[in-house]
């Protein structure tokens, strides 16, 4: 129909623990038997609840980067994204409506996805995720990835 439901979100539940999350979860969704949901998958989406969340704040601050951060963030960009994204950032996306093909326009025009692609990486493709690298490189990732493709 093409109307979306606003579901509510799992912030809030950041940093419980997680034998609390299952109770709430099976309170929750207690048409799901053990037999569904149960072991490693389902303790992987309860600690992922827990401590797996990211304050998008920590990696697009307000102000710009400086010199040392972005000279930082494109070392990070030319060692682990180029060989694929090219130098100019614009390679390896497949054609989507609405969205120019360019890790610069994706980073100052849709940065939570761009983000979200940075730290869990793309399944089934060659984009990894970066969730092993420190906060402060992938801030400085994303400031360098916002001087790419200025002119859009």
Not at 57 to 64: D, G, I, S, V
Not at 131 to 152: G, H, K, P, Q
Request: proline share 7%; hydrophobic share 35%.
């Amino acid at each position: 129909t093409g109307q979306h439901t606003k579901l509510p979100g799992v912030r809030h539940l950041a940093g419980q623990n997680p034998i609390r999350l299952l109770e709430l979860f099976n309170k929750a969704h207690s048409v799901y038997t053990r037999d569904l949901i149960t072991g490693l998958p389902l303790d992987v989406l309860l600690l992922f609840v827990s401590e797996g969340q990211y304050n998008r704040e920590t990696f697009l601050p307000a102000k710009p980067a400086g010199a040392g951060r972005l000279q930082r963030g494109q070392d990070i960009f030319e060692g682990v994204c180029m060989s694929c994204h090219n130098p100019l950032g614009t390679g390896g996306f497949k054609d989507r409506p609405g969205l120019r093909p360019s890790l610069g326009w994706l980073s100052r025009h849709k940065p939570e996805r761009t983000l979200h692609k940075l730290i869990n990486g793309v399944p089934a493709t060659e984009m990894l995720t970066l969730r092993f690298v420190e906060d402060d490189a992938i801030r400085d990732l994303m400031s360098y990835l916002r001087t790419l493709d200025l002119e859009n």
